[in-house]
């Protein structure tokens, strides 16, 4: 398989759906085989592996909740034992539960965390561990959220978890830098996914959002798919570090009336 990943070996979290999905896809364009992650849905995590074996690359399926450290061991030891390495790794498993500040449950809160800062967090640790031991380079990206920067009342716990992973990633970036590992954070502003579906449902606050998007429209999966091709690729090598944004201007756009 030829390609700009050719050889390399991907874990994508969350690669059922959404920006995941197109992620494995789009990664085993270039060549790469693809560890689809998935929680609940097998049949949204076959389709992806049918779309990666289409594209002429490998594709395993390792079912695993991010949340949970055994399952998150288990995803980079598949990767190894079924695949033979891992190169990359893409955390992008998220969730999200709308709530006023003061109605948050603790539950709640830990759903949010661990699934978008925990999860990341440990999987991080098992991929970079195997990497270090084996004196290998590696590139880690997260699909954090303009939410790691920008303030989204009522999403109290999920803008805690964005904000988490943006300072995780910059630690990271100075820690692992000299292992030659790369930690980046892609922050999509309002993409077309099923996270959004109950928004895009509702015109009158899809027409409130689109206002606020200098290029008046939501983002696409494949959009954001094609900013983590160019941070996994070799073009990519020099950017660590960093939160590269994708939103159609959503964040630079204040307005005096
Ligand atoms: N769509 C957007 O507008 C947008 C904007 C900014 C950031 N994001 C982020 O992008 C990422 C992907 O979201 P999406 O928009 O594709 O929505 P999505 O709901 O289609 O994707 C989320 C994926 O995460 C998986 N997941 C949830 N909990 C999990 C767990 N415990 N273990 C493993 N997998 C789990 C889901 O099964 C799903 O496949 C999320 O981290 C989200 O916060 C999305």
Redesign the pocket.
């Known amino acids: 398989m030829s390609g700009r990943l050719a050889g390399k070996v991907a874990i994508v979290?969350?690669?059922?759906?959404?920006?995941?999905k197109s992620i494995a896809i789009r990664l085993a364009n270039e060549g790469a085989s693809i560890v689809v992650?998935?929680?609940?849905?097998i049949e949204?995590a076959q389709d992806t592996k049918s779309k990666v074996e289409a594209a002429g690359s490998k594709a395993i399926l390792v079912p695993?909740?991010?949340?949970v450290l055994s399952d998150t061991q288990n995803l980079v030891d598949q990767a190894y034992k079924q695949l033979g390495r891992c190169d990359i790794l893409v955390n992008?498993?998220?969730?999200?539960i709308e709530a006023p500040f003061w109605e948050v449950t603790e539950k709640d809160y830990d759903a949010v965390l661990n699934?978008?800062l925990k999860?990341a967090f440990f999987l991080a640790q098992a991929f970079v561990r195997r990497l270090r031991d084996a004196k290998l380079p590696g590139r880690i990206i997260n699909?954090?959220?303009?939410?790691e920067d920008m303030v989204f009342p009522n999403f109290s716990t999920?803008c805690a978890s964005?904000g988490g992973m943006r300072m995780l990633m910059r630690d990271l970036a100075v820690e692992l830098g000299p292992l030659g590992i790369t930690v980046n954070n892609i922050?999509?502003?309002?993409?077309a996914?099923?996270?959004?579906a109950k928004m895009m449902d509702n015109k009158a606050q899809l027409d409130a959002l689109l206002k606020n998007i200098p290029l008046g429209r939501m983002g696409t999966?494949e959009e954001v798919a094609g900013l983590a091709l160019f941070l996994a690729s070799d073009d990519g090598a020099y950017c660590t570090g960093s939160t590269f944004i994708i939103d159609g201007g959503l964040i630079r756009n204040y307005h005096e009336q």
């Open positions: 979290t969350g690669s059922g759906s959404g920006i995941g992650d998935y929680r609940n849905h949204q695993a909740d991010v949340s992008n498993a998220g969730i999200e699934v978008n999860g699909i954090s959220s303009v939410h999920y964005k922050a999509p502003g309002a993409i996914t099923p996270i959004n999966p």
